[in-house]
């Protein structure tokens, strides 16, 4: 089994930070590809940042210069560092791994729970 749990989500106003981390664990063999994503409601889940297992990253253009995602490949553990909140970021937000539980497997998706993150004006 695999679990990616999500912490840090919470209620800010405009112009505040929050942080955002994602922990995998499990029977995890390797991971590729981590990123996070958002819902709002009424919406389409949308991609807001990924990050490859070198380190790559790539942000959603509404984010860019505001958002920053991280990881500890060590500790199996994903970030996101989000700065000048606006209320149009306010979703619940989505931790995702590419991963695989074994040698013999193939990469796969997974999903965490989800945190919500509400931004006042």
């Known amino acids: 089994q695999v679990q990616l749990v999500e912490s840090g989500g919470g209620l800010v106003q405009a112009g505040g930070s929050l942080r955002l981390s994602c922990a995998a664990s499990g029977s995890i063999y390797s991971i590729n590809a981590m990123g996070w994503y958002r819902q709002a409601p009424g919406k389409q889940r949308e991609l807001v940042a990924g990050?490859?297992?070198?380190?790559?990253?790539n942000y959603a253009d509404s984010v860019k210069g505001r958002f920053t995602i991280s990881r500890d490949s060590a500790k199996n553990t994903l970030y996101l560092r989000m700065n000048s909140l606006k209320p149009e970021d306010t979703a619940v937000y989505y931790c995702?791994?590419?991963?695989?539980?074994?040698?013999?497997?193939?990469?796969?998706?997974?999903w965490g729970q989800g945190t919500q993150v509400t931004v006042s004006s």
């Open positions: 990050i490859t297992s070198g380190g790559s990253t």
């Open positions: 995702n791994a590419l991963l695989k539980i074994s040698y013999t497997t193939s990469y796969d998706n997974y």
